[in-house]
């Protein structure tokens, strides 16, 4: 079937440290790869996407890269920001459907 | 301009009693998801209209659960016989059509059962 595994968290950072969250999947054929946040008191909004091996989604200096080899979509940003504080979840659409396939998520605190 | 809504933001209900749950898309839009979020969990998917019509519901738990679009725009979860496994937040979610354009979630029903 499909499903998303991403870093269990709380993951906490002091301001202009460098982020990674792991995410991996699996899936049959050929899925689209999502990150979405959740900000405090926020409903879930696209953080980027990618639609394609190789593909690199970027968004407010967050990247990940779609990496079929290693079945990953990883995120990072290289100096998180206070106001980067939220709730990051990856997520995946299976070939052929509409639907999106959630990891559990991963809470990031920084603090300044 | 307006994003989704949901109604109501909150809902307590007692176990073994029927409750429905609004969902308005952004206007315009034609694809409109629903999906479960449990404690500590990612959302989880029901079911997708395309237009009025259910082009996916495999995620629908169990027969207790329907959904409804009858003009392709506002939608309604409707749950039977509700058990307190049913507490969780019920996210809508609309998109400007399929293939891959972005879905904008609502705030969100918080459904608790008793």
């Known amino acids: 079937g499909n499903s998303v595994t991403q870093m269990e968290g709380p993951v906490t950072l002091s301001e202009e440290a460098f982020l990674t969250i792991n995410c991996t999947y699996t899936?049959?054929?050929?899925?689209?790869l999502f990150w979405y946040v959740q900000y405090p008191g926020e409903g879930l909004q696209l953080l980027l996407k990618?639609?394609?091996?190789?593909d690199k989604g970027s968004n407010k200096g967050f990247e990940a890269t779609y990496r079929k080899e290693t079945t990953s979509f990883h995120l990072e940003k290289g100096s998180v920001q206070v106001s980067d504080s939220a709730v990051y979840f990856c997520?995946?659409?299976?070939?052929?459907?509409?639907?999106?396939?959630f990891g559990k998520g991963t809470k990031l605190t920084v603090n300044p | 301009g307006a994003g989704v809504s949901q109604t109501p933001s909150n809902k307590v209900t007692e176990k073994g009693k029927y409750v429905e749950l609004r969902c308005d898309p952004i206007?315009?839009?034609?694809?409109l998801y629903w999906y479960r979020q449990s404690l500590g969990q990612g959302p989880e998917f029901l079911i997708y209209?395309?237009?009025?019509?259910?082009?996916?519901d495999s995620g629908l738990p169990n027969d207790r659960f329907f959904a409804v679009r009858p003009e392709g725009s506002v939608s309604t979860l409707k749950i039977q016989r509700t058990e307190r496994g049913d507490s969780a937040v019920y996210l809508c979610?609309?998109?400007?059509?399929?293939?891959?354009?972005?879905?904008?979630f609502g705030p969100g029903t918080r459904l608790t059962v008793t």
């Open positions: 206007s315009g839009h034609t694809a």
């Open positions: 990618a639609t394609k091996a190789d």
């Open positions: 209209f395309q237009g009025t019509g259910a082009a996916d």
């Open positions: 899936a049959t054929g050929y899925p689209s």
């Open positions: 997520a995946l659409t299976p070939s052929g459907s509409e639907k999106l396939v």
């Open positions: 979610a609309s998109s400007p059509g399929p293939n891959l354009y972005e879905q904008y």
